[in-house]
């Protein structure tokens, strides 16, 4: 059984960063690219970063380019989103996700991804 465990987030003022992660288990992640997403109240869920199975390629949404990092760990199963410059807009509950073939490259549909997280919030209030 493939889980995702996200962790990380918390309540931040504006300005501030946090590295969440993602620790998969039942799934060899090395195989597979990676994404974040996250969704606040009363919207759909979107895309916010990106790693391809082998870590050379990353995508990131225009609302996070230049403040976010995804990366991964693949002897630890691990992926991770550095955020910095952190915006009240950013609040939400995020996700994490592993894409449902193997050796693909990075992809924002929600439709691509088979497995999820339960999701870690994070609140960027002063």
């Known amino acids: 059984q493939v889980q995702l465990v996200e962790s990380g987030g918390g309540l931040v003022q504006p300005g501030g960063s946090l590295r969440l992660s993602c620790a998969a288990s039942?799934?060899?992640?090395?195989?597979?690219?990676m994404g974040w997403f996250r969704q606040a109240p009363g919207e759909e869920r979107r895309f916010v970063s990106a790693?391809?199975?082998?870590?050379?390629?990353?995508d990131y949404a225009d609302s996070v380019k230049g403040r976010a990092t995804i990366s991964r760990d693949n002897a630890k199963n691990t992926v991770y989103l550095q955020m910095n410059s952190l915006k009240p807009e950013d609040t939400a509950v995020y996700y994490c996700?592993?894409?449902?073939?193997?050796?693909?490259?990075?992809?924002?549909?929600?439709?691509?991804?088979?497995?999820w997280g339960q999701g870690t919030q994070v609140t960027v209030s002063s």
């Open positions: 996700a592993t894409q449902q073939r193997t050796f693909g490259g990075t992809t924002r549909s929600t439709g691509d991804y088979d497995y």
């Open positions: 039942g799934r060899t992640i090395s195989r597979y690219a």
């Open positions: 790693i391809n199975w082998g870590g050379g390629n990353t």
